[in-house]
């Protein structure tokens, strides 16, 4: 029987109580959202926090998908469910609804959120690669103050995020570029588990050539950004062999290892043709926004 160690909890009623509990209790304390992540990783004692702090009553507080002027602001305890059938970001970042289809279960995607699924920072989550791929920031708040991080630089290895000991993640900002499309693909050994692979792309296609582009990878290393394939993007016209030269890039760049899901040259391979997959429709998408 797996048993966590033993813990203090502690339940926010606002951010300002949650901030103050964390500048209160100390480094060796955990948020606790939906709890999906973290508590299987308590379980198995691979996290072993001496207090845990539950943000759930926060869901009013922090759980919206907000438009506002040139970005849509999304709050660190906004559901799966909800980034699922939200029209807005249909409309805007369809990038989400591709991946929020092949996230879990209805069971997770009912109670996990996007922030505790960024903030358990596993090398094998979908939602970093789609903010990533948005060129999205996350806002940070303490009883310091808050700031802004940019998604590539928010995860710092696996499970390692740049939030500190006193600070919550409470809002992800995903800018909003005209003629934008975005899309994700994914490949995994059943319905619900993690990635073999998956690649995110989001691009910008002005008067008929790509002028802004950003491509993310999932599940071959600790590098979720794909700059090469980007550069290979950016001043050329949508075609598919422009997207089979840059996931090829893409490809060549990552550092799949060999696991009980598959072996390094197969995952390899895999990112290659989902990034190209992704991109064509991305790019399709985008094409659509400007008919």
Known sequence: ??????????????????????????????????????????????????????????????????????????????????????????????????????????????????????????????LGAVCVALEAQALIRSLRGERTVDMADFHLGPYRTAVEEDEMLVEIRVPLRKHTGSAYEKVNRRVGDWAVAAAGAALTVTDGVISHAGIALVAVGSEVASPAAQEALVGQEPSEELFERAAAAAASACTPVTDQRGSAEYKRHAAGVLAARAMSRAATRAVETTS
């Open 1 to 126: 029987m797996q048993v966590p160690a033993p813990f203090e909890y502690e339940r926010a009623t606002s951010v300002e109580h949650a901030l103050q509990l964390l500048a209160q209790l100390g480094s060796d304390t955990r948020i606790l959202a939906g709890g999906y992540s973290l508590l299987p990783m308590m379980k198995l004692r691979l996290a072993t926090p001496s207090y845990l702090i539950d943000i759930d009553d926060l869901a009013g507080e922090l759980g919206y998908i907000e438009p506002n002027g040139d970005m849509i602001r999304i709050g660190a305890m906004t559901r799966h469910r909800q980034l699922l059938e939200s029209e807005t970001l249909s409309r805007l970042a369809p990038i989400f609804r591709d991946a929020e289809r092949v996230i879990a279960d209805p069971i997770v995607r009912n109670r996990g959120t996007i922030g505790g699924a960024l903030c358990q920072a596993d090398p094998s989550e979908d």
